[in-house]
Nanobody
Framework: QVRLVESGGGLVQAGGSLRLSCAAS????????MGWFRQAPGKEREFVAA????????AYADSVKGRFTISRDNAKNTVYLQMNSLKPEDTAVYYC?????????????????????WGQGTQVTVSS
């Protein structure tokens, strides 16, 4: 089973940027389509972005399209989430996850049940 560790969260002002990283160990990251989810206080965990195992296909939630970019470097066993033009409503704990079916196709949004391995999360706080 792949182990995932997120980093890069923090406090940023509205309009600012952050880049999250998700480092994998235990299995090679190229075996998985990967996703980012987030969970705000009192809300359910929601899909943010996903990327195919090769990096050739991506999918985004409507709320982050045009502002967030997911990418991966399989040689470094790392997935990234570049977040620009951040808004207070982006405040949440961000989680990366590996698809439970491995090299699943990425054609649209996912749900949490599609992913089988999760990191511990990293807090992102956007102040107004």
């Amino acid at each position: 089973q792949v182990r995932l560790v997120e980093s890069g969260g923090g406090l940023v002002q509205a309009g600012g940027s952050l880049r999250l990283s998700c480092a994998a160990s235990g299995r090679t990251l190229s075996s998985y389509a990967m996703g980012w989810f987030r969970q705000a206080p009192g809300k359910e965990r929601e899909f943010v972005a996903a990327i195919s195992w090769s990096g050739g296909n991506t999918a985004y939630a409507d709320s982050v399209k045009g502002r967030f970019t997911i990418s991966r470097d399989n040689a470094k066993n790392t997935v990234y989430l570049q977040m620009n033009s951040l808004k207070p409503e982006d405040t949440a704990v961000y989680y990366c996850a590996a698809h439970r079916s491995g090299r699943a196709a990425v054609t649209g949004p996912f749900v949490t049940g599609d992913f089988g391995s999760w990191g511990q999360g990293t807090q992102v706080t956007v102040s107004s």
